[in-house]
């Protein structure tokens, strides 16, 4: 979940009681590590009554009940409509430039004999932010000779199922430079006209993956890069400290973890040193500008 913000909504119709509102915040933070604070009610009414609607139930009580006997799979319903997902083409670009500009060369000179390359998007959103990484990636790394491929990961099954298409409408990638534009993407015709398709080279460098970040992670890495951004401002300490050491051992040594501009390392007990704005480096291979 690149930065997920809970959508401020007004609501009309049933009302969340006091223990149907307890009950869907231990849901949340027992399975999505989501704090819903007791001001965040209203907001969770309001995103929830379309829920209601479209399962055809008249209370929240009702939902509470469906929610129970359904388990994971509601739970999925859930947690899509509780988060909304906000992200652009190189938002907070210093992370891209970095990229470009220390950490994958930083990676090709620790992996010569492998010519592997793995980056991770954990909170991917729409796409935009993984694809992002396989443009900076085919700007930096030789065409012939390594694998460089990108897994983008979110909680929310409906972005991931947007951001596999690899299809915006023309004003998300608008204020993009005209040759970036020409080299990643293609007009669409037919039903897609009106849209920017990314060009199927970027899109068999990345791999798109439904994943809470909680629950096991069925990849062994490790990964020379991963950005976790805007995704732990959800998350109270303990919760966030036990997710950046998970981060920290899929990093290979020298590997950098980037987060979000609302975010910070700060009191956190984990092996990481701050290296640039909200960027992190685990110890080991050869630093930039060592």
């Known amino acids: 979940m690149p930065e997920n913000a809970f959508l401020e909504t007004g609501c009309y119709g049933p009302v969340l009681e006091d223990s149907e509102f307890e009950f869907i915040r231990h849901v949340v933070g027992e399975n999505a590590g989501i704090v819903l604070g ?25 939902y509470c009940d ?8 509601e739970l999925v319903g859930l947690i899509n409509a509780l988060t909304t997902n906000v992200t652009a083409f190189f938002r907070e670009n210093h992370h891209f430039e970095a990229l470009a500009s220390y950490m994958l ?25 993984a694809y992002c990484v396989a443009m900076t990636g085919v700007d930096v790394v030789p065409p012939a000779g390594w694998d460089f491929k990108v897994l983008a990961t979110d909680i929310d099954s409906e972005v991931i199922a947007f951001a596999q298409q690899g ?17 990643s993407f293609q007009k669409g015709g037919g039903a897609q006209v009106g849209k920017a398709i990314v060009k199927a080279q970027l899109r068999a460098i990345v791999t798109f993956r439904v ?35 998970r981060f920290t051992e899929m ?27 909200t960027i992190y480096r685990r110890s080991g291979g050869e630093a930039h500008g060592s």
């Open 66 to 73: 469906h929610l129970r006997r359904s388990g994971p799979e």
């Open 38 to 62: 007791p001001n965040k009610r209203q907001l969770v009414q309001g995103r929830l009554a379309r829920r209601l609607r479209e399962l055809g139930l008249r209370s929240y009580q009702a």
């Open 105 to 129: 060369p930083e990676a090709m000179l620790r992996n010569a004999s492998s010519r592997r390359l793995r980056v991770w998007s954990a909170g991917c959103s729409t796409g935009e932010e």
């Open 167 to 183: 299809v915006y409408p023309l004003d998300r990638v608008a204020s993009l430079p005209s040759e970036r534009l020409r080299n």
């Open 211 to 245: 994943l809470n970040l909680l629950h096991a992670w069925p990849m062994h890495g490790p990964f020379d890069v991963i950005l976790c951004r805007n995704v732990m401002i959800y998350f109270d300490q303990a919760t966030r400290e036990r997710l950046v050491n």
């Open 251 to 277: 990093l290979a040594p020298g590997g950098y973890l980037c987060i979000g501009h609302a975010e910070s390392l700060h009191n956190l007990d984990a092996p990481l040193r701050a290296v640039g704005r």
